[in-house]
Antibody, heavy 111, light 113 residues
């Protein structure tokens, strides 16, 4: 069945770069789009960006300058990199391929 | 970017009540070529990932109870729960996927009266 699992560091220092991995199974990255969505504690959902099946990417306008999404189809992995992290980047980060979502990974930005 | 506005932000309900919540988009989500509205509804319970309830504004996902009804077209959409159950207490989000960047509404929280 379709599964997505996020992984990465739970703690990142301010101004540093966040690197997350979404490892998928049950479908091909060359056939389906994968999205990244984040959620600050106690707040709503924010769409961050998308890796299309054909390798094209799209980004949230507010994050575009700091965000990069890439993939390794041989490893069934999609990557998120976001630089210049600040405390308001703290939250749970999800990868999703409709209708399935990963469990999310909590990231805290703190010194 | 398309702005999604959800109302109310919270609603206190009793079991068995009919509940409606609204989602309005800043531009039409209706694609003229296929007559489909690119609007989804999600349910999120505390500590859980969001769950897709409805896509294309009115198509229930497999396994979603038929008390969840999505309606609307263009810029105005509604999620109705015909008879709220205790397990429906959650936050509900709408999302447009008509154009990138995709955007979510701020959510409607259903609470117990």
């Amino acid at each position: 069945q379709v599964q997505l699992k996020e992984s990465g560091p739970g703690l990142v220092q301010p101004s540093q770069t966040l690197s997350l991995t979404c490892t998928v199974s049950g479908f091909s990255l060359t056939s389906y789009n994968v999205h990244w969505v984040r959620q600050p504690p106690g707040k709503g959902l924010e769409w961050m960006g998308r890796m299309r099946y054909n390798g094209d990417t799209s980004y949230n306008s507010a994050l575009k300058s700091r965000l990069s999404i890439s993939r390794d189809t041989s490893k069934n992995q999609v990557f998120l990199k976001m630089n210049s992290l600040q405390t308001d980047d703290t939250g749970t980060y999800y990868c999703t391929k409709s209708p399935n979502w990963g469990q999310g990974v909590m990231v805290t930005v703190s010194s | 970017d398309i702005v999604m506005t959800q109302t109310p932000s919270s609603q206190a309900v009793s079991a068995g009540e009919k509940v409606t919540m609204s989602c309005k988009s800043s531009q039409s989500l209706l694609y003229s070529e296929n007559k489909k509205n690119y609007l989804a509804w999600y349910q999120q319970k505390p500590g859980q990932s969001p769950k897709l309830l409805i896509s294309w504004a009115s198509t229930r996902e497999s396994g979603v109870p038929d008390r969840f009804i999505g309606s609307g077209s263009g810029t105005d959409f509604t999620l109705t729960i015909s008879s709220v159950q205790a397990e429906d207490l959650a936050v509900y989000y709408c999302e447009q996927y008509y154009d990138t960047p995709y955007t979510f509404g701020a959510g409607t929280k259903l609470e117990l009266k």
